[in-house]
């Protein structure tokens, strides 16, 4: 049930910022929710798990889109292992923190994803890559009140939460 729910999960973050929030976005910014979820899974999980989760759900991203090979997969490990060490060190109930979270790790996220797009090759000015940063960390920001509860109640009931081989 879990597996299923988590691949439910990924196939809509790489399936609604193209459909429904297309007609939602702020000057052409949308959330980036595969990288939401990714914070969630590596804030709920061990290190080697969530960089895991990461490495394979950016490799899966940078296939959907088709071009750029590598470049959500260094991000979204990047992303896993910065929301591990953060929820290491901050209260997870907190939910004004979490937000704060999620807004830092996206900005890092999105400056990652801005730094390869210029070592590939494409031309953007500072001013559109700090919009670029600043808005979608303020969107996935906004979607933590919506996105947050559930996935944590989830993770907290069993639903999707790491178990060890052995306690099962």
Do not use: C
Request: aromatic share 16%; no cysteine; charged share 10%.
């Amino acid at each position: 049930m879990r597996y299923v729910l988590i691949a439910v999960m990924f196939l809509l973050s790489l399936i609604l910022p193209g459909t429904v929030f297309h007609f939602w976005s702020w000057s052409g910014i949308k959330p980036d929710l595969l990288m939401l979820l990714t914070i969630y899974i590596a804030m709920h999980h061990r290190w080697p798990s969530g960089v895991l989760w990461g490495l394979g759900a950016g490799l899966l991203e940078d296939l959907y889109l088709g071009r750029y090979i590598g470049m959500y997969t260094v991000t979204l490990a990047v992303v896993a292992f910065l929301s591990y060490w953060l929820a290491e060190r901050w209260y997870r109930e907190n939910f004004l923190l979490t937000t704060f979270m999620v807004f830092i790790v996206t900005m890092v996220g999105q400056a990652v994803v801005a730094f390869l797009s210029l070592g590939a090759g494409l031309h953007w000015s500072l001013g559109d890559i700090g919009e670029l940063v600043i808005g979608v960390a303020l969107y996935n920001a906004v979607m933590v009140p919506v996105t947050y509860p559930l996935i944590h109640r989830s993770f907290l009931h069993g639903w999707l939460r790491y178990r060890p081989r052995y306690e099962r």
